[in-house]
């Protein structure tokens, strides 16, 4: 079974270009949650989704924001892009309603902004 | 609670030696905890968790322990390796019907030949 797979997995934007990412679910996962990783630090919460809908987001602007699609698939758009938004961005999925489960992690987009 | 900015704590111990890396987590209300490892490059990976009923769990060479008293979670690893070298997260689930994972700032493990 394919787990979660994140594209691409390195992008490198000008300072105020669009990033776009992208995270396919493991098959029967229909929650995703996206997560910011800047370089030595811990892991941030952006963004969950689950059956389409955003559920939560956290303490970010919104310039970064993100859509779910009928398949799951999720994308996180980073807009007016900061040398701060520089980060590994991880998207993690899991099924809907069964909470005491672990999420599954994909390998990140490296977000290099210059 | 979690503090945003600061660089992660760092852990080193020599191997063959037993690890114990520890969690404070905020909300007395989280049911459910578990713990990632990360190695450079890679997404976290699951190692462990444990409900909010349990005090205990072992895996193969890891062991959580839970106080809710204090609402303190530690792992223990069992005679180091080196590739127990990465970064170790620990996550609590809300509970109360919330969903979703929050993360522990996490601890850079170190293991010394």
């Known amino acids: 079974e394919a787990g979660v797979t994140q594209s691409p997995t390195h992008l490198i934007k000008t300072r105020g270009q669009q990033a776009t990412l992208r995270c396919s679910p493991i098959s029967g996962h229909t929650s995703v949650y996206w997560y910011q990783q800047a370089l030595g630090l811990g892991l941030q919460f952006l963004l969950w989704?689950?059956?389409?809908?955003e559920r939560n987001r956290g303490n970010f602007p919104p310039r970064f924001s993100g859509r779910q699609f009928p398949n799951y698939s999720s994308e996180l758009n980073v807009n007016a892009l900061e040398l701060e938004d520089s980060a590994l961005y991880l998207c993690?999925?899991?099924?809907w309603g069964d909470g005491n489960t672990e999420a599954f992690f994909g390998q990140g987009t490296r977000l290099t902004v210059v | 609670g979690e503090s945003v900015g600061l660089h992660l704590p760092t852990l080193s111990v020599q191997e063959g030696d037993n690890s114990i890396i520890n969690c404070a987590y905020s909300n007395s209300a989280s049911d459910y905890f578990i713990w990632y490892k990360q190695e450079s490059g890679k997404g976290p990976q699951f190692i462990i968790d444990?409900?909010?009923?349990?005090d205990k769990r072992q895996g193969q060479r890891v062991t959580v322990l839970l106080n809710k008293t204090v609402k303190h979670l530690s792992l223990q690893i069992a005679a180091t390796q080196p590739g127990d070298s990465a970064v170790y997260f620990c996550a609590e689930r809300p509970g109360g019907g919330a969903d979703g994972l929050t993360f522990g700032k996490g601890t850079h493990l170190i293991i010394q030949p």
């Open positions: 993690a999925t899991r099924r």
């Open positions: 989704y689950d059956e389409g809908e």
């Open positions: 444990i409900r909010s009923n349990m």
